[in-house]
């Protein structure tokens, strides 16, 4: 299984002004496509900073590290310049990027969203990549993403802006990680159990996963556990076909369901 | 200013499940009393995972490290054992967190919510806690928060449910980063600026951070910079005193508005 970090850049993240839909989305498309990210990092709109945490990222083996946020033309948009501190690489104007950058601004300037074509310097950050780096399409937005190979990771910065992002990934990023998985199919499921706290649904659990691979079961408590006991059991199996998952999947849950319901659970099954 | 980092420990992070408001919600709490989280770091309920973060962030001279999530009864709520791998210190059962714990579940077998009660091995790992810890009082769920001080850092474990954490950090966690920061106030102020780039706008807003300390400004693209421009710029002037920090937020929203107008966008005022 790969190894995928996330790095989210950005001040407002961690001035809590913004929730990190970002790295849900992403770590939810990853889990879809067979695997789980191994850790998501935020950190501010800071060269220093960003430089540390991609360093850190390879350090622990990292095949594919995704970097969202701080592509933009203003000058907190910093990720570039840390990524190229991290790998000590020079920043330099990418023709290919300068070229979608630049018909994107012509555009503007047709359609009078701007008064006229100009390449501003804020323009040409834009297209200011670490040496090396390979430009990617943005279907929705100017600043195009980076694919930057290094030794064996890859790095792939994308906007921060979660519309970019969302269209950027699908059209770009799902189809690398399809690759670097394999096939890998999950199967999820849901149970409610009422009337038992969670400290005594954890021996079930533990039964339940002992004997099996590829399965992960793991409870959520809802109401309190102190007042009104309710949980949300999770399920997945992850498997090589969608019908050993699926098979698996509803071995696990009815064998929950009994042993819950044994113990003096209410429980019913829910969508996941 | 203190050095705050936030470690979340969840698989249903990584898995993209839950969203993450956790750290969200602490870094706003954290930012209205003054300072401003360095890191966010999720990982999964892996005691080596959590070790590594919670090593890492020491290494960074952290002050203050906040860990949600993984206190509770099930065998994957690991964090005390990642905790206590990290610090090279025992778990052992914990005398006062035991004695809240098991009032906890007399209460609940007394309002008939369990059979009986009964201190399982379930039970007594929630009061299981790396050796010298202070629980604190969790007035909402069961398991107590725990304090330990490790050289010149303090470790501040939470629980992962959201009700839980709001209700520890307000009663016991605010009050010690308020003692940390001192006294510092925020003043936050947003514009709407439509009709203008933001590239437009980057070195505007340059030449207003250049000349000012305390001051923070960061634009945020809300319409797609190629389609219909449409920008937030969120200011924020963080003072010894609330008059100060008003007056230097009045200034810089009507300088940049100016600035604006003259460049000819359209702006306005909106609550940030």
Not at 1 to 28: D, F, H, K, Y
Not at 99 to 126: C, D, H, M, N, W
Request: aromatic letters at 4%; a positive charge.
């Amino acid at each position: 299984m790969p190894r995928i970090e996330i790095i989210c850049v950005g001040n407002e993240l961690l001035m809590g002004s913004t929730v990190n839909t970002n790295a849900s989305w992403l770590s939810q498309k990853i889990y879809k496509l067979g695997c789980v990210t191994a850790r998501h990092t935020v950190v501010g709109d800071d060269v220093d900073s960003i430089a540390e945490a991609v360093r850190e990222a390879l350090k622990r083996r990292t095949d594919l590290l995704i970097v969202t946020g701080g592509l933009g033309p203003t000058y907190d948009d910093k990720t570039l310049k840390g990524v190229a501190k991290a790998l000590r690489r020079k920043l330099e104007v990418n023709k290919e990027a300068l070229k979608q950058v630049e018909a994107k601004y012509r555009e503007l300037a047709e359609r009078g969203v701007i008064a006229k074509f100009e390449l501003t310097p804020s323009r040409v950050k834009i297209a200011t990549l670490p040496s090396k780096s390979i430009p990617i399409r943005n279907p929705v937005g100017i600043a195009p993403a980076v694919i930057i190979n290094y030794k064996t990771s890859k790095i792939i910065c994308l906007p921060g802006v979660p519309a970019e992002v969302k269209a950027i990934f699908t059209e770009s990023v799902a189809p690398i990680i399809k690759q670097m998985v394999g096939d890998l199919f999950v199967a999820e499921g849901c149970l409610e159990v009422k009337s038992l706290p969670e400290s005594s649904i954890a021996p079930i659990l533990d039964k339940v996963v002992e004997r099996r691979r590829g399965v992960y079961v793991k409870s959520h408590p809802r109401g309190f556990e102190g007042s009104e006991p309710k949980l949300e059991i999770y399920i997945s199996v992850t498997k090589p076909s969608k019908a050993e998952a699926e098979a698996v999947k509803e071995e696990v849950l009815s064998e929950l369901a009994t042993a819950i319901c044994e113990a003096g659970g209410e429980v019913r099954r829910k969508q996941p």
